[in-house]
């Protein structure tokens, strides 16, 4: 035995004993730090007492207009307006002002308030936020915009569905309508003046018709001077308000008139029927006929815009040859006695040979005096039928014929690729509307019944008109728009037109550089030119994130816009936070085997639990991929750590679950700790669109950020570089 090289190994091995168990102390001790850390900085974050500046916001702008609250990542945005909401729909909102008592029973009801957010997965997260704050979010009060307005309110209105006058465009998902507030409310008022082009050229052409009945001259010579007053509305609402006056005076005498007319058209049309029953071969012929014109959904006499609103027959689902027959002959005899008694009244060409038919069992009937009395009916019914014949009953029919004049209105106003867009859509089927449409078309429809009730509120509410009553069920008092940066213009404008018009308390909250879509928002006062009144708060504190990970967000902020961060982190720097790290792995197995290992690392340092850990990745197949392959770990599985795969349409959050998502889903959650995987495929073209994802990503981590990239380090990513493992 060699004693003296035993007693030089028995010394190395108590220094490295020594150095060991002083490396595991400080590892250990390290481990202690940064747990301490962590939980020290989550108490803070997870308090529910707002900031002063938080609380400041909240109380601001109480139903006096728009608010919105601007802010970078964790500095609250969110938060600030959910408790706004919850604020203002509160009892004690009246020690604001007496004036508020008088609707308080309605803002605890469903109309108080309503929540929209542009994704499904963001929706799910901030409903789980919404009601551990003490807010009650349902679906009713809680909606994604996009499926609100494609399944619901398009329907609620009367604009799609079955018999309806539009389908849904499904096509290309390219704006028609920019975000300038010049263009929009342009192509809202040519909407407006084409309409009431439309209407005064109808009440024009009845008021210059000349009456052939003794008793209709008397009766319009009663009415003209009201009828003038039509003609010569400035506006919409004004002609809205004026036509239901005239109605409110006049439609009761008219109709006395009318309905001893409409009963003697019915008596020889009937007559007529008989005759034709007579002919079975004639009358089989006729039924066939208009059993193609049911399926087809067309009435039997093509649509008159003058016809006498009261005379047409309500459509059903079901097919009966009886009574279609009574209707169809009933209108035939109508245009045959119209012509009788002018000629300017003409006969539809597809009807002739059908109307050729009638007149072999007429020859007896007093036609003539029947005609001048429908003449009288028709030219005089739109005078006093109201609002709702003259103008809501008629807008889809109008909105067709003006959505031609789109292409060249947009390429009148120097947007060509738009024009092209309407052009594709226009040929595809005259009856679809784009996405941009949809808003548009609601926008405008709310925006006149909005100016209705601000100018006459008993009109308002005494008119039942379809669109008025969607509109009633639909508005609140009280309107959230979280990541609103996400929106276009034209759907924040959509959105905003429900909240009642007296006091406009909408509050959007969002940050500009966290838009993830190409045709959202780029500046917040594009939305306050169009709308009006309204106010833009910032918020500057930060308490999402550690202060390192926050100084990278910011760096990124800086390079992309070009302007200094706003906000500061609320947290001091400490040696002890988890710093990032970027590593550029290609192969894929390799790359699993890292995350596994950080993975290991999070979980030790939260005492053996999973935190909210979220790996981001570049598009759905790669969330498939990371998610079958991080299953198949068993070290993993043995753990009860759970993988669970999130594709862009989304799904509810479990923290209890390590989430793969796409990228594109991810605006609004946060999470202790985020992977981004591949960063170098995301985007291959557009290196700022490239820094607004990684600055997104960084922004949901609240301590700890891994990434990888594949091959090279994109160059607008080189602010990581410092961070490389």
């Known amino acids: 035995i060699d004693v003296e090289q ?15 168990s002083a490396a595991e102390e400080q590892q250990l001790k390290e481990l202690y730090e940064i747990t301490r850390y962590i939980r020290e900085n989550n108490e803070m974050r997870m308090q529910a007492i707002l900031d002063p500046q938080q609380e400041e916001i909240k109380r601001s702008r109480i139903f006096n207009g728009v608010l919105v609250i601007d802010g970078g990542p964790g500095t609250g945005k969110t938060t600030t307006l959910i408790q706004r909401i919850k604020f203002l729909i509160d009892d004690t909102i009246v020690e604001y002002g007496e004036q508020y008592r008088k609707f308080l029973p309605e803002l605890k009801e469903k109309k108080g308030w309503i929540f929209f957010s542009p994704s499904p997965l963001l929706l799910g997260y901030l409903r789980n936020a919404m009601v551990s704050e003490g807010l009650a979010a349902t679906d009713q009060s809680s909606k994604v915009w996009a499926n609100f307005l494609n399944n619901e309110l398009m329907k609620n ?18 704006q028609v309508l920019p975000n300038d507030p010049l263009i929009i409310r342009k192509a809202l008022d040519a909407f407006q003046q084409f309409i009431l082009k439309q209407i005064k050229d109808r009440l024009q052409r009845s008021a210059e018709v000349d009456i052939l009945v003794e008793d209709g001259k008397v009766f319009r010579q009663r009415i003209n001077n009201d009828i003038l007053g039509l003609r010569q509305a400035s506006d919409l609402v004004r002609l809205i308000v004026n036509a239901d006056e005239v ?78 027959i009574r209707n169809g002959v009933r209108n035939w005899v109508r245009a045959l006695a119209l012509n009788n008694a002018s000629s300017a009244e003409s006969i539809p060409e597809k009807q002739k040979d059908w109307i050729e038919i009638v007149k ?40 067709k014929k003006f959505r031609k004049t789109l292409p060249d209105f947009l390429n009148n106003n120097n947007l060509p690729s738009a024009s092209i867009v309407m052009k594709d859509v226009l040929k595809s089927d005259i009856a679809k509307l784009h996405y941009d449409e949809r808003n548009y078309l609601l926008l405008f429809v709310n925006e006149m019944i909005r100016q209705l ?55 959007l909250s969002g940050d500009l550089m966290q838009r993830m879509t190409n045709s959202g928002l780029t500046d917040w006062k594009l939305f306050l030119e169009l709308v009006g009144d309204g106010e833009i708060r910032y918020l500057s504190v930060s308490y999402r994130q550690s202060p390192t990970l926050l100084e990278l967000a910011k760096r990124f902020y800086e390079v992309v816009t070009g302007n ?34 950080k993975l290991f ?23 498939m991929k990371v998610t079958k392959s991080l299953r198949h770990v068993e070290d993993l599985a043995d753990n009860g750590i759970d993988i669970r795969g999130v594709t862009r349409d989304g799904a509810t959050i479990d923290k209890s679950q ?45 301590y700890y950020l891994f990434v990888t990239y594949q091959n090279i380090l994109p160059s607008g990513l080189n602010l990581l570089k410092e961070y490389e493992e």
């Open 157 to 174: 209105y009367g604009f799609v569905g079955t018999d309806r006058p539009f389908k849904l465009y499904s096509g290309s998902e390219k």
């Open 658 to 702: 390590i989430n793969v998502y796409n990228i594109e889903a991810i605006k609004g959650l946060e999470f202790e700790a985020v992977f981004f995987i591949d960063v170098d495929g995301i985007s291959e073209a557009d290196d700022q669109l490239l820094q607004k994802y990684i600055y997104v990503g960084i922004s949901r981590a609240a």
């Open 453 to 507: 009730q601000k100018m006459n509120a008993q009109a308002f509410t005494s008119n039942v008109h379809p669109y008025v009553e969607a509109y009633k069920e639909q508005q609140r008092f009280v309107l959230g728009i979280d990541e609103a940066s996400d929106f276009s213009l034209i759907e924040l404008a959509c959105m905003h037109s429900f909240s009642h018009p007296s006091y406009n308390c909408t509050t």
């Open 247 to 324: 109605e409110k005076n006049y439609k009761s005498d008219f109709e006395k008139i009318a309905k001893e007319i409409r009963s003697l058209l019915q008596r020889e049309a009937d007559t007529v029927l008989v005759r034709l029953k007579r002919d079975r071969e004639v009358y089989d012929r006729v039924g066939k006929h208009l059993k193609e014109l049911f399926d087809k959904r067309q009435p039997a006499l093509a649509e008159d815009d003058d016809e006498d609103s009261d005379a047409e027959e309500q459509r059903t689902n079901i097919f009966n040859e009886d009574i279609e």
């Open 6 to 20: 035993l007693l030089i190994d028995q010394q190395q091995a108590l220094e490295l004993g020594k150095q060991l």
């Open 360 to 399: 072999k069992y007429v020859s007896d009937l007093s036609l003539d005096d029947l005609g001048r009395k429908l003449h009288f009916l028709k030219y005089t019914s739109p005078l006093v039928q109201g609002s709702s014949a003259l103008f809501f009953t008629k807008l889809t029919s109008l909105y």
């Open 601 to 623: 690392k999070i979980y030790k340092t939260y005492g053996n639990r999973i935190p909210s850990i979220a790996i981001f990745v570049p598009d759905d197949e790669a969330v």
């Open 564 to 597: 200094k961060a706003k906000y500061t982190s609320y947290s001091l720097q400490s040696p002890y936070e988890p710093k990032p790290v970027i590593k550029q792995i290609s192969d894929f197995d390799e790359k699993m085997e890292w995350i596994t290992q």
